[in-house]
């Protein structure tokens, strides 16, 4: 399977970053095709259709992390609230905010749970969630 992204370079330094702050962005339908002899998808994408960027979309949906518990071990719970039905990639960053994909996590109900079991309380560890397409 294969995905086209686009945005405006000029506005925005990636396709995230263009839907998070409402600036052009675009993608293509999701297109299925055989890998290459190397694994790679093949360089013409079969299949693939015109699309043009958008402007004026809301902004990206991200999701909002609140800590639940710690229990005896440790291990710490955290919540993600946000729309129902849709995926979201939970990212994890130190203090230097270096973001990192932690989990991904479907959100049936408008709230769903996660734990992380490597939080030390020795060090500050930071969380968002961001919607997945």
Do not use: C, H
């Not at 015109?50 to 809301?58: A, N």
């Not at 609230?81 to 973001?99: M, T």
Request: without cysteine.
């Amino acid at each position: 399977m294969a995905q086209v992204r686009v945005w405006d370079s000029t506005q925005s330094a990636s396709y995230e970053e263009a839907r998070a702050t409402g600036k052009e962005f675009g993608k293509s339908e999701i297109i299925i095709q055989p890998a290459g002899s190397q694994g790679f998808l093949s360089p013409n994408l079969l299949g693939l259709q015109s699309f043009s960027l958008q402007s004026g979309l809301p902004l990206f949906t991200v999701g909002i992390v609140k800590f639940v518990d710690v229990q005896p071990t440790g291990q710490i719970t955290w919540a993600v609230q946000g729309a129902a039905g849709f995926r979201y990639l939970i990212e994890k960053s130190d203090q230097n905010f270096s973001w990192l994909p932690f989990v991904v996590v479907t959100n049936l109900f408008g709230t769903v749970n996660f734990t992380d079991s490597a939080f030390s309380s020795q060090s500050a560890g930071f969380y968002r969630a961001r919607i997945l397409d």
